[in-house]
């Protein structure tokens, strides 16, 4: 009998210590402090209904343009000519007002990736432009995420001057081609 308390004893502690076991969540968390990459299933966004609201939140502003992307993804072009100083990767006042917004419209669907594009005219050298592009997508990237928008949502790219959208041979166009692209799309 005395071994049938103590096998009926350990049964009943194995059982309680299942019940403290932790949820899926604040195990990932422990084991994202101890060093291991754990990736967590992300909710699916109604990207219809999330790419029309920003569209319906964004659209008509002067200081961005809303040009027609695939069904997968939204694009929204910042225009760069005076949201920089010259060879510097600072936001302007003019560019971080425009981001504001956009940072609170796209802050409340974590859902969506925001790829952050800089794009530059061909006036100096390629390589020079490629790396100012970048410079200029990361400073957006983190004066986004300033803004409350998560590090893990966002990307930053620069193109430099190989996707113009205006002709480079004029100060109108060089104008035009510098800008930053933000790509929001769900993850997949």
């Known amino acids: 009998m ?16 299942a019940c403290a ?8 968390a422990a084991a994202a402090e101890n ?9 699916k966004v109604d990207w219809p209904a999330e790419r029309d609201r920003i569209k319906g939140a964004l659209g008509g502003r002067p200081d961005l ?5 695939s069904d ?34 796209l802050a409340v669907t974590p859902e969506t990736e925001i790829l952050v594009i800089g794009h530059t005219d061909s006036v ?14 990361e400073a957006v990237v ?7 928008i998560a590090l893990s949502r ?8 190989a996707e113009p959208i205006a002709d480079n041979g004029t100060e109108t166009g060089r104008a035009r081609n510098r800008r930053i692209e933000i790509v929001v799309r769900p993850f997949k």
Not at 21 to 28: D, K, L, V, Y
Not at 124 to 137: D, H, K, P
Not at 154 to 161: I, S
Request: aromatic share 4%; charged share 20%; net charge positive.
């Open 154 to 161: 966002l990307v930053a790219d620069g193109r430099g001057e």
């Open 65 to 69: 343009s809303l040009p027609t992307a």
């Open 35 to 43: 060093g291991r990459h754990v990736t967590l299933p992300t909710p």
């Open 2 to 17: 005395p071994r049938f308390a103590a096998l009926a004893a350990c049964a009943l502690i194995a059982t309680l210590s």
């Open 124 to 137: 100096g050298s390629e390589t020079y432009n490629l790396q100012l592009s970048i410079r200029r997508a």
């Open 142 to 148: 983190e004066y986004l995420r300033t803004r409350g």
């Open 72 to 105: 997968e993804q939204l694009r929204i072009l910042v225009p760069g000519a005076d949201a920089f100083a010259r060879d510097d990767a600072a936001p302007k006042a003019g560019l971080r007002t425009t981001l504001d917004k956009i940072a609170s419209v």
């Open 21 to 28: 076991t932790p949820p899926a969540a604040p195990r990932a």
